[in-house]
């Protein structure tokens, strides 16, 4: 699993997000779990399986929504 | 459409007797209460209950006896609008509200009134309800637990050391506490369901966008829906036909019943229990039962969490630079998450919501309805962070939406209703999932298991 490292994430964070967050932010990513759901090294290895998939022709969000009586 | 309403266990720690447009209802029929009369009980109940559940943010006083004025005078004139005439309702805080304060539950929006109303609230203007209020939520909607450190954490009416469940969590406890009979709550992974199912009445997701969501705050444009929150189905179909183009239809003869592989193992005892029972009742009514195989639910639950994080943080990014410390921590740690998460990564979740959709479908082609648990657990204690489900610890989040997030990748209706056992313990529920588009079929469906659970 990817574990990302703090100074990595403070390195991108000051280089490349004009220092959007706050350290105690990112340290956050560095936990196990944290938050409501998962943590950010989880999510990223899933993401890497999700990435790989050849879905084809597939497009994304061909969904629309439903007619509805909306526009009164 | 007129079917019996079930006896549902009472809130044994705070307020009154469930409402049900119903009764509401027969109450002005009969001429023993005004719709005054009744908006006043309301805003009452929600005052008196507010310290404890607090389930309100605003309360709508003056409002809602405006329109409970205006209703009765209708009334007397023999000039009503229809079934919601007069009748209270609450709505989650992310429905805007012209001139009155929509919070989101959150900080950043503390005095935020907009000019325009919600489409949703327009349509119940125009059918005569009175809005009495405006439900407390977890922040901007992203959770399922109804924490809130700004607003105050809602409470389970039925045990107030216990959550409600989110993130419609104020929508919830008020219809369960019996302050309104129905209330408006959004759903993008669970949100009106699990709290629904945690505090014992019925919660009702549309399929993807029959609930216009004009004038709701976005959290996640792709899975947010519109819902309705309510103590019976019959009351469900009330509103959603006055909110939704839904068309009549006839409950399907020889009903064929989907269940997903090793969901029920998945539960605490009561709630398997209570989807056993669903299950029996239906058998013993001649549905004919087959498994229903959805895709990897692990892989789902990543595909809806990156596109839930990378759309809100588009959204409410720019507030960062000026008010960062007004959101509260969920919030944030969701949108620093998502800030690493790629552009190809979002895409390509995007389209698998597309071959999710497609699979669905041709999964649904087999049957009429799924029945699944609502939630494996029952409402947890209050400040609880991770629990145990069939031998996992995974974080409560993500316990209480296991069995709710997908069908917002596919856009199904979905409906949860209480069932009533033995044990009279917390509430327990499950879950009907139909195909996309078949909002008035599920409905049938579900009055025809509600009656059998009655």
Same mark, same amino acid.
């Given at each position: 699993?990817?574990?990302?490292?703090?100074?990595?994430?403070?390195?991108?964070?000051?280089?490349?997000?004009?220092?959007?967050?706050?350290?105690?932010?990112?340290?956050?990513?560095?936990?196990?779990?944290?938050?409501?759901?998962?943590?950010?090294?989880?999510?990223?290895?899933?993401?890497?399986?999700?990435?790989?998939?050849?879905?084809?022709?597939?497009?994304?969000?061909?969904?629309?929504?439903?007619?509805?009586?909306?526009?009164? | 459409?007129?079917?019996?309403?079930?006896?549902?266990?009472?809130?044994?720690?705070? &307020?009154?007797?469930?409402?049900?447009?119903?009764? #509401?209802?027969?109450?002005?029929?009969?001429?023993?209460?005004?719709? $005054?009369?009744?908006?006043?009980?309301?805003?009452?109940?929600?005052?008196?209950?507010?310290? /404890?559940?607090?389930?309100?943010?605003? $309360? #709508?006083?003056?409002?809602?006896?405006?329109?409970?004025?205006?209703?009765?005078?209708?009334?007397?004139?023999?000039?009503?609008?229809?079934?919601?005439?007069?009748?209270?309702?609450?709505?989650?805080?992310?429905?805007?509200?012209?001139?009155? @304060?929509?919070?989101?539950?959150?900080?950043?929006?503390?005095?935020?009134?907009?000019?325009?109303?919600?489409?949703?609230?327009?349509?119940?203007?125009?059918?005569?309800?009175?809005?009495?209020?405006?439900?407390?939520?977890?922040?901007?909607?992203?959770?399922?637990?109804?924490?809130?450190?700004?607003?105050? #954490?809602?409470?389970?009416?039925?045990?107030?050391?216990?959550?409600?469940?989110?993130?419609?969590?104020?929508?919830?406890?008020?219809?369960?506490?019996?302050?309104?009979?129905?209330?408006?709550?959004?759903?993008?992974?669970?949100?009106? @369901? $699990?709290?629904?199912?945690?505090?014992?009445?019925?919660?009702?997701?549309?399929?993807?966008?029959?609930?216009? +969501?004009?004038?709701?705050?976005?959290?996640?444009?792709?899975?947010?829906?519109?819902?309705?929150?309510? #103590?019976?189905?019959?009351?469900?179909?009330?509103?959603?036909?006055?909110?939704?183009?839904?068309?009549?239809?006839?409950?399907?003869?020889? +009903?064929?019943?989907?269940?997903?592989?090793?969901?029920?193992?998945?539960?605490?005892? =009561?709630?398997?229990?209570?989807?056993?029972?669903?299950? /029996?009742?239906?058998?013993?009514?001649?549905?004919?039962?087959?498994?229903?195989?959805?895709?990897?639910?692990?892989?789902?639950?990543?595909? /809806?969490?990156?596109?839930?994080?990378?759309?809100?943080?588009?959204?409410?990014?720019?507030?960062?630079?000026?008010?960062?410390?007004?959101?509260?921590?969920? &919030? @944030? =740690?969701? &949108?620093?998450?998502?800030?690493?998460?790629?552009?190809?990564?979002?895409?390509?979740?995007?389209?698998?919501?597309?071959?999710?959709?497609?699979?669905?479908?041709?999964?649904?082609?087999?049957?009429?309805?799924?029945?699944?648990?609502?939630?494996?657990?029952?409402?947890?204690?209050?400040?609880?962070?991770?629990?145990? $489900?069939?031998?996992?610890?995974?974080?409560?989040?993500?316990?209480?939406?296991?069995?709710?997030?997908?069908?917002?990748?596919?856009?199904?209706?979905?409906?949860?209703?209480?069932?009533?056992?033995? =044990?009279?313990?917390?509430?327990?529920?499950?879950? +009907?999932?139909?195909?996309?588009?078949?909002?008035?079929?599920?409905?049938?469906?579900?009055? &025809? +298991?509600?009656?059998?659970?009655?």
């Amino acid at each position: 699993m990817l574990k990302p490292r703090l100074e990595t994430l403070k390195s991108i964070n000051a280089e490349f997000l004009g220092g959007r967050w706050a350290d105690d932010d990112l340290q956050q990513l560095i936990r196990p779990a944290f938050g409501v759901v998962s943590s950010l090294a989880s999510v990223l290895a899933d993401l890497r399986g999700i990435v790989a998939k050849d879905l084809g022709d597939v497009a994304p969000h061909a969904r629309a929504a439903a007619p509805n009586f909306d526009d009164d | 459409m007129s079917h019996p309403t079930p006896e549902r266990q009472r809130p044994t720690s705070t &307020m009154t007797e469930l409402r049900s447009i119903r009764t #509401t209802v027969a109450a002005f029929e009969d001429g023993s209460r005004s719709a $005054v009369d009744i908006a006043h009980e309301s805003i009452a109940a929600a005052e008196r209950s507010n310290p /404890s559940l607090r389930s309100f943010i605003t $309360v #709508t006083a003056e409002h809602a006896l405006t329109q409970a004025r205006q209703a009765d005078a209708r009334r007397t004139t023999g000039c009503i609008l229809g079934p919601l005439d007069g009748v209270p309702y609450a709505a989650k805080d992310m429905f805007e509200t012209s001139g009155i @304060r929509t919070t989101c539950g959150s900080r950043l929006l503390q005095t935020n009134v907009p000019e325009t109303t919600a489409v949703a609230i327009r349509k119940l203007d125009a059918a005569g309800a009175c809005l009495i209020g405006k439900t407390n939520l977890h922040e901007f909607a992203y959770g399922a637990t109804g924490e809130n450190g700004w607003a105050g #954490t809602v409470v389970n009416p039925h045990d107030e050391t216990r959550l409600a469940g989110g993130s419609s969590s104020g929508s919830a406890a008020a219809v369960a506490a019996g302050i309104v009979p129905f209330a408006l709550g959004t759903d993008t992974g669970g949100s009106v @369901r $699990v709290p629904a199912a945690l505090c014992g009445i019925t919660g009702y997701k549309p399929s993807f966008g029959l609930i216009s +969501l004009d004038g709701v705050f976005p959290y996640c444009w792709s899975l947010d829906h519109a819902g309705v929150l309510t #103590t019976c189905v019959e009351d469900l179909t009330t509103v959603a036909r006055h909110i939704a183009m839904i068309p009549p239809a006839l409950p399907p003869k020889g +009903l064929r019943v989907g269940l997903v592989q090793g969901w029920e193992h998945k539960c605490e005892a =009561s709630v398997r229990g209570a989807f056993l029972a669903a299950k /029996s009742h239906l058998l013993r009514s001649g549905a004919t039962f087959a498994v229903a195989h959805l895709p990897d639910q692990a892989e789902a639950r990543t595909v /809806s969490l990156t596109i839930q994080l990378a759309e809100t943080l588009t959204y409410h990014g720019p507030n960062l630079a000026r008010a960062r410390d007004h959101f509260g921590a969920d &919030m @944030r =740690s969701g &949108m620093v998450l998502a800030q690493f998460i790629s552009a190809e990564s979002y895409i390509q979740c995007k389209r698998m919501l597309e071959t999710y959709r497609r699979a669905f479908v041709n999964t649904m082609k087999a049957f009429d309805v799924l029945l699944t648990p609502a939630c494996p657990i029952t409402a947890p204690k209050i400040g609880t962070v991770e629990v145990r $489900v069939a031998g996992q610890t995974m974080p409560i989040g993500n316990a209480l939406t296991l069995f709710t997030s997908f069908f917002n990748l596919v856009g199904a209706p979905a409906l949860v209703l209480p069932v009533s056992l033995q =044990s009279r313990g917390l509430p327990v529920a499950v879950q +009907l999932v139909g195909a996309p588009g078949s909002d008035a079929e599920l409905f049938e469906i579900a009055l &025809m +298991l509600e009656r059998m659970l009655g």
